[in-house]
């Protein structure tokens, strides 16, 4: 390589015994913790030394400086020589390792954003390169900026799937900027890795999805210097041949000495050998700066123009209005950025990619990778991040959403064609656990609206509420029920239809909503009044307002949902008047898995129709007057 200026002995000794107190310090931590995974951090020792010490720029006091080279640790199990790293430079002390995995330490068994130094949580395998693939398009085409993207992969998670939809997501946008640094130490946690050490599998491999690949030996800092300062011109993988357990003798590529750390006395004398083995050096070395090339962004107050511009009467799928809200988002605010997978001329998302082209990312039909990237184009708050695809089909990703929950990441997902009321496409297209799914994550708000206004708001609160947003649209077109200066909020129920003298109150939301509207137009006509409920959002439920309501109809409430009874609608309206006496649910929700037919037809087979809330009232009010 005619460019490439081979560091002098100096640097390569420096490199050697960092790498070698890496070791030293990921043994110490592991066995001060009496858990944790040693012999995998002994195997990228030097590929950690070199990436951090020689060739990424940063600035170690700052480690979230937007204009920093970004590191994902996603074999997230090393994290102890990711913590030395950081000792390494000064950003933690070096007794602060010895805290590792305690209850009061922010250096957890595996990486998270509560340490300054990490982006994204990893610890699932599998997930670190979709991750890195969307910083490293965010890098390249977003912030047009010179920070480059490196992350660091196991050979046991080059067995997830979503490793090689990362892979072809990288090479299909030419994400020159982005290397991944392969840590092929033959040894999985129970059994050897399937290929071994068959290096040259995975560089044939990594070159069918259209990266350059590099075979190197992992433990030597010269051809890791090397590898790592050659121009690129499309993604690298770099492919580590190392040892698990490299300078622990009784360790070295041996089965079942995974996530065991060494005993003391084993601990004692192997440190003392490595520490013989630290050449004295007068060089120091210290990481380059980055370029100052990322401009500032301000993601604050990011709002509509306008209020909607629907009339009352207009009828609209809320998937529809959807993309037109976020088209709308994107018009006025350019932080906004689209991600979809190959559905966007069904949820809409192709109103805003005809709009904003160059801020609008095709993934493909491949919903783990788009999470992934979606959560990767979010950190260091760079963008307002939208990915949409049907309800059902973010199921294959949860995974992924449960890792963005614990990265603390602010992302929006809209999962459309929910429940049953998508009609012939039948029960592989209809998403029917989604409510479920998203409930259990523990820093999701859940927006269920009902009509194209209330979509509209919800987008916009979505760009603004911290954490994991869900909006659940739906396909069949409904009417507008709200003003357009309507005002809505994250966890505030509207009351949509009451009179003075209600008997049952009845909550619905999307397309069960209108059919409870329909009901209770019914039902006047057999002077029955019903007092309905549309909650706009799941999580977090307006508690308040349903049990105030509900009071004024003596604790009966209905609930009725285009979802599975389990996890729904019903079961959160259920916790949140579980402590109030005298409240009596009735749920009405899909109780079998269904099939195709046409929409209506299928809200009335699975009892979620307007003439099955009907006859609840009835039984409901029938109940109440025999009980006395």
Wanted: glycine share 6%.
């Amino acid at each position: 390589m005619e460019d490439y200026h081979k560091p002098d002995q100096q640097t390569v000794q420096a490199l050697r015994n960092i790498a070698t107190r890496l070791r030293i310090n990921s043994i110490k931590a592991t066995t001060a913790a009496g858990s944790g995974h040693p012999t995998s951090c002994c195997s990228v020792a030097e590929i950690m030394s070199v990436l951090f010490f020689h060739t990424m720029k940063y600035r170690p006091e700052d480690p979230r400086n937007p204009n920093n080279d970004r590191f994902i640790l996603s074999k997230g199990h090393a994290a102890p020589v990711l913590y030395a790293v950081w000792a390494e430079t000064g950003y933690l002390k070096e007794n602060e390792l010895l805290n590792l995995r305690k209850v009061d330490s922010i250096l957890e068994g595996h990486p998270v954003p509560k340490q300054q130094f990490v982006d994204v949580a990893t610890g699932s395998l599998g997930q670190g390169l979709g991750a890195a693939c969307g910083m490293a398009y965010t890098g390249k085409y977003f912030d047009k900026a010179s920070y480059q993207v490196f992350c660091l992969l196991g050979d046991g998670e080059l067995s997830e799937g979503s490793v090689w939809e990362a892979m072809a997501f990288a090479s299909y946008y030419q994400l020159d900027n982005l290397v991944a640094i392969l840590d092929i130490n033959r040894l999985g946690q129970s059994d050897p890795a399937p290929l071994q050490h068959h290096v040259e599998k995975y560089q044939r491999r990594c070159e069918a999805f259209g990266w350059h690949a590099i075979i190197v030996d992992g433990h030597s800092v010269e051809e890791l210097c090397k590898v790592l300062s050659q121009p690129r011109h499309q993604p690298l993988a770099i492919i580590a041949k190392t040892i698990k357990g490299k300078g622990i003798p009784a360790a070295e590529d041996k089965m079942g000495w995974h996530g065991k750390p060494l005993p003391k006395d084993m601990a004692d004398s192997v440190i003392k050998e490595m520490q013989s083995r630290i050449i004295s050096c007068n060089k120091r070395l210290y990481p380059a700066p980055p370029t100052e090339d990322a401009s500032p962004v301000s993601l604050r107050n990011i709002r509509m123009p306008s209020a909607p511009s629907y009339k009352t009467g207009d009828k609209i799928a809320t998937r529809k209005a959807y993309g037109m809200a976020l088209a709308k988002l994107g018009r006025y605010n350019d932080q906004v950025v689209a991600l979809d997978g190959d559905t966007k001329n069904s949820t809409f998302s192709e109103l805003f990619k005809n709009e904003h082209p160059n801020r609008y990312v095709e993934c493909y039909i491949a919903e783990q990778n788009m999470v992934s990237v979606a959560i990767g184009c979010a950190v260091r708050d760079r963008n307002v991040v939208f990915a949409s695809t049907f309800a059902t089909f973010f199921s294959r990703a949860y995974d992924q959403l449960r890792m963005a929950s614990i990265s603390e990441s602010n992302i929006n997902l809209c999962g459309s064609h929910c429940g049953v009321s998508i009609g012939e496409d039948g029960p592989s297209q209809m998403g029917l656990e989604d409510l479920a799914m998203f409930r259990a994550i523990p820093t999701a708000t859940v927006f269920y609206p009902s009509d194209g206004v209330s979509t509209e708001k919800a987008v916009e609160l979505a760009a603004n509420t911290k954490g994991l947003c869900f909006i659940r649209t739906s396909r069949p077109e409904n009417n507008i029920i709200y003003s357009c200066n309507e005002d809505f909020h994250v966890g505030q129920a509207k009351v949509v239809f009451k009179t003075n003298d209600d008997h049952v109150t009845v909550i619905g939301a999307g397309v069960t909503l209108h059919e409870a509207l329909a009901a209770a137009e019914q039902l006047k006509k057999e002077r029955i009044n019903i007092r309905v409920i549309d909650p706009f959002t799941i999580k977090p439920l307006d508690s308040k307002t349903i049990i105030d309501n509900a009071r004024a109809t003596r604790g009966r409430i209905i609930t009725v949902e285009d979802h599975y009874y389990e996890g729904g609608l019903g079961e959160a309206v259920c916790s949140a008047v579980i402590n109030e006496t005298g409240f009596t649910v009735h749920r009405l929700a899909v109780s079998q898995v269904p099939r195709s037919g046409k929409p209506q037809e299928l809200l009335r087979i699975f009892g979620i129709d307007r003439d099955a809330i009907t006859q609840a009232v009835r039984k409901v009010l029938s109940s109440s007057a025999n009980a006395k």
